[in-house]
């Protein structure tokens, strides 16, 4: 009866508890479902689609071949969510091994794809297969670098991924329905660029600009719905001891956070970017005095502050409580700087495992262990004593590195 009675009444965990641990505060209640607000950008993005695909059916030129041009496109995307799905697989069967295999994988594949694009002998794929052979370079001292911070990795990975054991078949439904959603958009998406390739327009580079930003935010869009489904659960799971109805986190994801996740996609990306640049541009200057480093500390400044009004953290709060996304984000990190959770945020690699996995699998599949992380995160933040096996890692990450700030 006790065992029943706690798993039936935690199937409205997320809608009971809605005050907020940072502060105090009623969290914000959805009122209004988050379809309005994410329709005033898909409506013009589908409506650009089509008109660029009519468009280009008109004025096809006549050496224009479809079937050279969607068959290619459908096909990859095929082919990548199925490695998406096989390499999800392997990550949650071999967490340790697949964060070793990502960060040497990733350069290996970026050689490969560099160097076939210098076969392929024109001015554009000389550019673009340079460009891969850099970044191969710098993904494989990237991975030396950070080498000695795999085994916290695999430390939180461990911890982390037992916050879905038990419902694995149900997320790993509604991962397979953010796939085929994917492939259906990609698709209709390919119609698009397909018609200014067939057409080539006056303002084509203003065209192909839209439609990868749309893409791309499409993308994360589908990416973050099954982040805040994760990590609600996950986060029950880990932080509460109780369990949820995943269908219901799944619903809600969709309907009343739809409007949050939409804009966290837009905003978290960038201000990631920036504050990686920040971080660089900081540990390049050190203490050095020159007049291009000069306004590193100001650069640091900005993009703290933006990471406090945007981050992939606030996600869990969205799931969790249902916040409105920037209120969700200054939460969490209030939290993490509370307990001295900031450096520990900073050096792990979870995040660059999931982002490096976009090249043997995909980004959206790996939206399933980076929640699972940061709930993690967010439950040891709001209550750090809290299942004391699970959160060992943070709690030894966190005073090693008070130690080592301590020897310097």
């Keep these: 009866m006790g065992g029943r009675e706690k798993d039936g009444h935690a199937g409205m965990g997320c809608r009971q508890q809605r005050e907020s641990p940072a502060t105090g505060a009623p969290a914000a209640s959805p009122a209004r479902s988050g379809w309005s607000s994410s329709s005033c950008i898909s409506s013009p993005s589908f409506a650009l689609i089509i008109f660029l695909a009519v468009r280009g059916q008109v004025n096809k030129r006549s050496d224009f071949r479809p079937a050279f041009w969607y068959l290619p496109i459908l096909?990859?995307?095929?082919?990548?969510?199925?490695?998406a799905a096989v390499w999800?697989?392997?990550?949650?069967?071999?967490?340790?091994?697949?964060?070793?295999?990502?960060?040497?994988f990733a350069p290996l594949l970026t050689l490969a794809l560099g160097i076939?694009?210098?076969?392929?002998?024109?001015?554009?794929?000389?550019?673009?297969?340079?460009?891969?052979?850099?970044?191969?370079?710098?993904?494989?001292?990237?991975?030396?670098?950070?080498?000695?911070?795999?085994?916290?990795?695999?430390?939180?990975?461990?911890?982390?991924?037992?916050?879905?054991?038990?419902?694995?078949?149900?997320?790993?439904?509604?991962?397979?329905?953010?796939?085929?959603?994917?492939?259906?958009?990609?698709?209709?998406?390919?119609?698009?660029?397909?018609?200014?390739?067939?057409?080539?327009p006056r303002f084509s580079v203003v065209y192909?600009?839209?439609?990868?930003?749309?893409?791309?935010?499409?993308?994360?869009?589908?990416?973050?719905?099954?982040?805040?489904?994760?990590?609600g659960f996950a986060y029950m799971r880990l932080g509460r001891g109780v369990n949820i109805d995943p269908g219901e986190a799944w619903r809600n994801a969709w309907t009343t956070s739809l409007g949050n996740v939409c804009l966290g996609s837009a905003i978290v990306p960038p201000i990631v970017a920036l504050r990686g640049a920040a971080r660089s541009v900081s540990l390049v200057s050190g203490d050095a005095d020159e007049f291009l480093f000069s306004c590193?500390?100001?650069?640091?400044?900005?993009a703290d502050r933006l990471i406090e009004l945007g981050n992939r953290w606030g996600f869990v709060h969205v799931g969790v409580y249902a916040k409105g996304f920037v209120a969700a984000s200054e939460d969490t990190w209030k939290l993490f700087l509370l307990h001295r959770m900031e450096p520990v945020i900073d050096l792990d690699v979870t995040s660059s495992f999931c982002f490096l996995s976009a090249s043997p699998g995909n980004r959206i599949t790996m939206s399933w262990p980076q929640a699972c992380v940061s709930a993690l995160h967010v439950a040891y933040a709001e209550n750090p004593r809290f299942q004391q096996h699970l959160v060992t890692p943070i709690t030894d990450r966190i005073q090693s590195l008070a130690g080592s700030a301590g020897h310097v």
Excluded: D, Q
Excluded at 124 to 137: D, E, P
Excluded at 149 to 161: D, V
């Design 75 to 83: 096909a990859a995307t095929g082919c990548s969510a199925i490695a």
């Design 88 to 104: 999800l697989l392997v990550v949650l069967r071999w967490p340790s091994r697949a964060v070793k295999a990502a960060f040497w």
């Design 116 to 200: 076939l694009l210098i076969y392929a002998e024109t001015a554009v794929s000389l550019a673009f297969g340079v460009i891969g052979l850099v970044l191969s370079l710098g993904l494989s001292l990237y991975a030396c670098w950070v080498r000695p911070r795999l085994p916290h990795a695999n430390e939180i990975m461990a911890s982390s991924l037992p916050g879905t054991h038990g419902v694995a078949g149900r997320m790993a439904a509604f991962v397979a329905i953010a796939l085929a959603v994917g492939f259906i958009w990609s698709s209709i998406w390919s119609l698009g660029a397909g018609g200014v390739a067939a057409a080539r």
């Design 208 to 231: 192909i600009v839209l439609l990868l930003f749309n893409l791309t935010w499409t993308m994360e869009v589908i990416r973050n719905i099954l982040t805040v489904t994760i990590a």
């Design 296 to 302: 590193t500390a100001c650069f640091m400044g900005a």
